[in-house]
């Protein structure tokens, strides 16, 4: 059972363009949201994380908006760049358990 | 760089084989986590350790089983292998295995069962 759901599976933006990750979760006990970016032939990496105490984290061009009512939460690349074409997970642990992935979306920036 | 090791970095082998997966953590990471990623099923959480215990068990398979070693690297058996364990396999450290923690991500393992 697929705890947080990931959409869409895949995503072609224009170079500087907004790119949109969204996902979504059941388990309320979860606290933890971090967006981890795949680049083919290598490990995942964290790219940005947030707490559901806050409703929006910004770093850079990545912005996390996190909406706890409707148990969703999205990633905004802004002014998307051909570099930022990687595959995007989102995940959500609970306290003292490992992180639960959604299934990736694989984003292509045209330049 | 993540600083986290894994061999071998590709794998190919039978099916009913038995295979070692090695992991370093990042110098001073007490906790190793085991994911294995297919196409399908995306990331899934196997198994984690920290200081050389066991601390939590997701969706890892009773033909496959791990260890974290007193010098805290980890490995991860697999065996009986079936065509349908084909997959990634990751290592991530992180520093004391605690929710909310960066986990650091290794290279990964290529496994193609045949």
């Known amino acids: 059972q697929q705890q947080v759901k990931q959409s869409p599976q895949s995503l072609i933006v224009q170079k500087g363009g907004i790119s949109i990750i969204n996902c979504a979760y059941e388990n309320t006990a979860f606290d933890y949201f971090p967006w981890y970016q795949q680049f083919p032939g290598k490990g995942p990496a964290l790219l940005i994380a947030?707490?559901?105490?806050?409703s929006e984290k910004k770093e850079g061009r990545f912005t996390i908006s996190f909406n706890k009512s409707a148990k969703q939460f999205s990633l905004h690349i802004m002014d998307s760049q051909p570099g930022d074409s990687a595959t995007y997970f989102c995940a959500a642990s609970k306290p003292g358990y490992a992180l639960n992935f959604g299934k990736g979306t694989s984003l292509l920036v045209t330049p | 760089d993540s600083g986290v090791t894994q061999t071998p970095k590709h794998l190919i082998t039978a099916t009913g084989q038995r295979v070692t997966l090695r992991c370093s953590p990042r110098?001073?990471?007490?906790?190793v986590y085991w994911y294995q990623q297919s196409l399908d099923q995306g990331l899934q959480f196997l198994i984690q350790?920290?200081?050389?215990?066991?601390?939590a068990k997701g969706n890892i398979l009773e033909r496959f089983s791990a260890q974290q070693f007193p010098d805290l690297h980890s490995e991860l058996n697999l065996s009986s292998l079936e065509l349908g364990d084909s997959a990634l396999y990751f290592c991530a450290s992180s520093v004391g295995g605690l929710a909310g923690e960066t986990q650091y991500f290794g290279p990964g393992t290529r496994l193609l069962v045949l």
């Open positions: 350790y920290y200081n050389g215990e066991e601390r």
């Open positions: 110098s001073g990471d007490l906790s």
């Open positions: 947030i707490r559901p105490d806050v």
